[in-house]
């Protein structure tokens, strides 16, 4: 009686593939579902400091009057400096920090990225903490040029008159570095590489150091003009990591709360805090973090555990100037000063949709994980299929059952039926992954001039490589073996797929999430289908979502070309350490790859005859 | 002629001290504790320190008091204001000034430690002034302050002692006679679980919050960057600087606890006073606080109590044999321990010759009692003087 239930299963099928079929497109659903529901007030939570020690605004600030002044000497001084090279740049920032009385360094380094050499000059300045132990350092930065290549006029000044102004304290526990890397990019990289002896040969070791590095604010306040209108607060790391939320809680704390100053995420300028705006501000730090690229001098210390947030200025019609800017720094670094070793208490994963209001990763994590178990449905329901089986075994089997004749009927059933042949699909889809590194390894070593027509010379070959190994296959396999090959390997590559990107979704949620989304056709795609049109539909449509037309809707959404794409991933890749290409072409192309081949091979089938025993 | 003077005064001298004997204390001792880490609890800190001011204002000195700081905000990088600690934004009083002795500093606040110095199972090569070397005609005043949670306290961030720890320690204080009387205090969130389960008698206990209260800071320096006093300690401090304005202050611990205004405090302070015999509008705060003079003549004083039964019936007391025998040899002590048990909470006043009367005893009476006095004395002399002729 026990074994009645699966004895029936397994001979209506189509009952099971069915309820797989729900299954997957409901975890689907209702993935995407709980995403756009996290907005909502009963899915978020507001902000909260949670680490006791930091008490934001809790200090008078007395950074202004008189120090003013010393603020816009220091940006004629920068503004004359202004196109010289980084190394005349360096030395007379080290004067001015030698004349304040502060030890110097100085740090060279180049980097090789898509043909292209990045050089520069950092140049800092170690503040012992008066009766610290120098056990603990903090970091105040400011980029020669921000990330939009601009020249930081107002944020070195700041820096400068602040290392001046911040010596006259007695009150720091944690030595405090003045870091003015010579650009947005490479400089910080360099310079935090080899504060921790992990830099590359082009990059000079760091003569002055301090202790390990608890916090890092970077100031960009470009431009010649003073005022600015409200705070933008950058938080995304490398590789989508992010700083503990208590940092960036602190600077909204006290920008808005002490010195009333707007505070500003993701460069959603006019925030209402509605669900549309909360939804935006979410995303567009999912698409952030999933491409795993620096946002600002900071993303580069986060890799360390190094807690860091990029404070730049936004607008120009507002009445903040330099006064407010010093203000709310001096009383971050006070709050960052009362740390206790680590931030440790508050979030690490997590999205903000608002300066005050977030999810943690307990509540949105599922989103993506739901996306993934689809896929993983799906892959069971490959291999539930009777067509993932051998059809000469059964016939096979058959025979041997007439032969034997008797009542041994249902012990074939409980047995399972005819064998999968495992090996070809496995090769396929092994051999289809190790493929990936091809890519991989051409668009990081390719020169950034030759990039546009190497990547469509590789969109070429990706629309027909698929028909090409559907081809390829059909013409060696015995027919019979064909079709239980081409749904086992799609099933492998989803396996594959859906648990990568569930182990992925605990790293790099925005990624995961965005790959289970282009991924969804793969679900769905019907393999096999009988009619060559709905084959060929099917095939466009995957066409569509391959990792190409994400580079393109990527491009597109920043307005750049492609190729300014691929060679920031190269560039990333080199200099960063960016996981995003790797994920990309050695797990999310092959798997397309292996997706398009099974559809691809209705049509080659159809056309060269072979598999018209279904 | 000499002789019956002599022994006048002797025997005017033994009245009085028989009579204070066992309802008052001849030492005033502190144990001051502060149980917090780390430079954002300065407020523990400062709560501490000013409560150190005010006993040794009251004239208790730095012997008899136990300070325990568990960490040092005076000296942190931190201060704005280096080697000071200040309780008030106003910063007019530097409580860590030059005249601070801190008997345990930093890592050696722990539980065991203070439970060590409670109960006195110490090492023997610990310093008297790690010590608390109070006997059994001590008033102790205990004040704590920190991070408390349901009948916890937290020690150092890495420790807690419970309520339960406390009332044991303090059964074990009042078995090993180390104590006449206690103030307990405590300032934390959930302050009045911590007292809770107390169970040994002559302890007034006062916290300042009830369970599931938080107990707040008062207010914070913009300077210092940290608040610097909590809000009960800082209306317990108001009370005792604006009113006890020293050690022979009449202010009793009805008026003290009478000032607290749950509004202000914003918790609802404690008071717990089952296990106390006397009337809190009759305990001077400075029983406690400040420090009293009381002596007690040592030695078998005692043994005269055949006279003093006689002086007492004579002065018109009507005292049986049997009370008098159990209030001289300490009977309490010699019950059973269900006995004890029973007695705890209604603990047993004194009922010899003794017990000042104040307002319930008839002037009659008290005229008599004082006519005896001095006949006795007369037949004392006249006795006395006989002798010496013979």
Known sequence: ?614 | MKLPTLGSLALLSLLPSACLAQSQHTSNWAVLVSTSRFWFNYRHLANVLSMYRTVKRLGIPDSQIILMLSDDVACNPRNTFPGTVYNNADRAIDLYGDNIEVDYRGYEVTVENFIRLLTDRVPPDTPRSKRLLTDDRSNIFIYMTGHGGNEFLKFQDAEEISAFDIADAFQQMFEKKRYNEMLFMIDTCQANTMYSKFYSPNILATGSSELDQSSYSHHADNDVGVAVIDRYTYFNLEYLETHVKNASSKHTLADLFSSYDPVKIASTPGIRTDLFRRDLSEVLITDFLGNVQNVEVDGDGMILDEDLLALARAAGYNITEQEWKDAMTGGYHEKTQEERDTVVGEQRTWEGPARVHKDRESDFWRNVMSAGAVGVCFVGYWVFSMVDKV
């Open chain 1, 1 to 614: 009686m026990a074994l009645r239930v699966p004895v029936n299963l397994r001979k209506n099928l189509s009952v099971v593939l069915y309820a797989f079929q729900g299954l997957s497109i409901l975890a689907v659903i209702v993935g995407l579902a709980s995403l756009l529901l996290l907005p909502l007030d009963e899915y978020s939570r507001r902000t909260y400091i949670s680490e006791n020690a930091l008490l934001p605004g809790q200090v008078h600030a007395y950074f202004g009057g008189s120090e003013q002044n010393i603020v816009r000497a220091f940006r004629r001084e920068v503004d004359l400096l202004g196109n010289s090279t980084s190394d005349v740049v360096a030395e007379r920032m080290a004067e001015i920090f030698r004349s304040a009385g502060l030890k110097v360094g100085k740090q060279r380094y180049s980097y090789k990225a898509a043909g292209g050499e990045y050089t520069g000059e950092n140049v800092y300045a170690v503040l012992h903490a008066p009766r610290g132990d120098a056990t603990e350092a903090i970091v105040l930065c400011a980029p020669w040029r921000n990330i939009d290549h601009l020249l930081n006029e107002g944020g070195v000044a700041l820096t400068l008159a602040l290392s001046r102004y911040f010596k006259r304290w007695s009150l720091w526990s944690k030595d405090i570095i003045f870091l003015i890397s010579s650009d947005a990019r490479a400089g910080p990289q360099a310079w935090v590489d080899a504060y921790h002896d992990l830099h590359g040969e082009n990059i000079q070791s760091l003569s002055v150091k301090s202790g390990a590095i608890q916090g890092v604010v970077v100031v960009d306040y470009p431009g010649a003009y003073h005022r600015f209108e409200s705070l933008h607060i950058i938080y995304d790391g490398i590789n989508g990591q992010l700083p503990n939320l208590d940092l960036i809680n602190t600077a909204v704390q006290i920008s808005r709360d002490q010195m009333g100053l707007r505070t500003d995420l993701q460069e959603m300028w006019n925030h209402d805090d509605g669900y549309r705006h909360r939804l935006r501000t979410m995303l567009r730090g999912m698409v952030n973090q999933a491409l795993g690229h620096s946002t600002g001098p900071h993303s580069s210390f986060i890799p360390y555990h190094i807690d860091a947030i990029t404070l730049a200025t936004h607008g120009d019609g507002g009445w903040h100037d330099e006064g407010s800017l010093g203000r709310t720094v001096e009383s971050v670094f006070r709050s960052l000063n009362n740390l206790l070793e680590h931030f440790h208490q508050s979030f690490f994963f997590y999205l903000l949709m608002a300066p005050k209001r977030f999810v943690s990763i307990g509540t949105y994590l599922p989103s993506a994980m739901l996306l993934a178990v689809g896929l993983t449905l799906t892959a069971i329901r490959l291999w539930v299929d009777p067509r993932s089986r051998s059809g000469e075994v059964e016939k096979e089997e058959k025979r041997e059952k007439e032969r034997e004749g008797g009542n041994q009927g249902e012990v074939v059933a409980v047995d399972g039926g005819p064998k999968r042949e495992l090996f070809l699909p496995m090769s396929i889809v092994i051999g289809v992954h190790f493929c990936g590194v091809i890519p991989f390894a051409v668009f990081n070593s390719v020169d950034h001039k030759s990039m546009s027509s190497v990547f469509y010379i590789s969109i070429a070959t990706s629309v027909i490589l698929p028909t090409l190994i559907s081809i390829l296959i059909t013409l060696t396999a015995s027919p019979h073996r064909l079709l239980p090959a081409f749904h086992l390997s799609r099933c492998f590559s989803l396996l594959f797929l859906g648990m990568f990107l569930s182990t992925l979704a605990t790293l790099n949620f925005s990624l995961s999430f965005l790959i289970g989304l282009f991924s969804l056709p793969l679900t769905f795609a019907r393999t096999t289908p009988k009619s060559v049109p709905s084959a060929l539909v099917n095939s466009i449509l995957l066409q569509a979502t391959s990792p190409f037309a994400a580079l393109f809707a990527v491009a597109g959404y920043w307005g750049l070309g492609v190729e300014d794409i691929l060679k920031e991933a190269s560039f990333g890749w080199w200099v960063w350490g960016m996981w995003t290409p790797v994920v990309v072409w050695c797990v999310w192309w092959p798997a397309w790859v292996v997706g398009r081949v099974s559809v691809d091979s209705s049509f080659v089938m159809a056309a060269m005859g072979k598999g018209g025993d279904l």
